[in-house]
């Protein structure tokens, strides 16, 4: 949540709400505090942090594994902090075996998050739509999933778990196999159950027709592009677009980079006048410069407020 904001209701029960009055919830994905605070002010209900998205912003690596659990925690909870909707966040394989899911739980309930999904594969993970993953035994994913579910009814019980599975698209799997695990992890305590990378709408449909509860949809990679309309047709229950800000980010960013490069700083005063007019061109507003204002006329002597007076720049609103 923001400075000096508050909630009434837990993240995870939050969360569970929105799932109650949408079908399906859509949540986009973000990478950072700054594009969760976006996807805000855009009016999403609820933002997803990107397990690939978190890898390259923080790393500059591939979803590959090599982002730990201390950098994924860490990631979450700015993230969580930084937006009042509730954040619900990619958390791999859990780190480990069954005793590092129940720290990662924890870990990403004391951070404020609404909920995470943990996968079946076997570490080092990699990204779900990227070929060469391999999913760990039935018995040892079910017993994960049922140690994470313990750990959330020990700290928050409205904490939601997704459990997701790769055994769809991995070495040796099959859809069959996929739906097989996600109903076992539903059965062994999980909220929603994540089929990663249905390779077309009849295997989406198909999944959701033979899994025995809520279905978590990553539309994105091999997966079909459907409408809201579609999936709740279909029944998904929360549906996330992981990606789509982080490939924007990179084509803008890129695009502006080779501007700056080619026609120096005047490219940079165009970009000024272009934000300006945007809706959130007040760049030190949105940052929460009269939030801090407010917050130093409420709590410091009343003194404090003149070093607002004859000074340059941006002034914050009293």
């Known amino acids: 949540m923001r400075l000096g904001e508050g909630q009434s209701a837990t993240p995870g029960a939050r969360l569970r709400a929105l799932l109650a009055a949408h079908r399906p919830l859509v949540v986009p994905g973000c990478f950072n505090a700054l594009s969760a605070r976006i996807l805000e002010a855009a009016g999403f209900e609820a933002v997803y942090m990107s397990g690939y998205g978190t890898s390259l912003n923080l790393l500059g690596l ?102 997701r599975t790769d055994a769809r698209g991995a070495h040796g799997g099959s859809l069959e196999e996929a739906i097989w695990r996600a109903n076992a992890f539903l059965d062994a305590g999980a909220d929603l159950a994540f089929v990663e990378g249905p390779a077309s709408e009849a295997e989406l449909e198909r999944v959701c027709r033979e899994v025995r509860g809520p279905v978590f949809y990553n539309m994105t990679g091999i997966s079909p592009h459907l409408s809201a309309q579609r999936m709740a047709e279909l029944g998904v229950a929360l549906a996330i677009l992981p990606g789509a800000l982080m490939r924007q980010a990179i084509m803008a960013m890129h695009d502006l980079a080779a501007e700056l490069r080619a026609e120096g700083p005047m490219a940079e005063a165009r970009l000024d006048a272009r934000f300006k007019a945007h809706p959130l061109g007040n760049l030190h507003g949105f940052a929460g410069f009269d939030r801090i204002r407010a917050l130093e006329a409420r709590y410091l002597p009343a003194e404090a407020q003149e070093k607002y007076e004859g000074g340059l720049g941006h002034l914050p609103a009293a």
């Open 62 to 163: 591939p979803d590959a594994g090599l982002a730990t659990l201390t950098e994924m925690a860490w990631n979450a909870r700015l993230i969580a902090g930084a937006v009042r909707v509730p954040v619900i966040a990619d958390a791999d394989t859990g780190f480990g075996n069954a005793i590092n899911a129940i720290r990662t739980v924890e870990e990403y309930v004391r951070g404020g998050l609404a909920g995470l999904h943990i996968e079946d594969q076997v570490a080092p993970k990699r990204c779900g739509h990227v070929a060469g993953r391999e999913v760990i035994g039935r018995a040892e994913a079910v017993a994960k999933i049922r140690a994470a579910a313990d750990a959330r009814g020990a700290l928050d019980p409205s904490f939601v778990i997704v459990a």
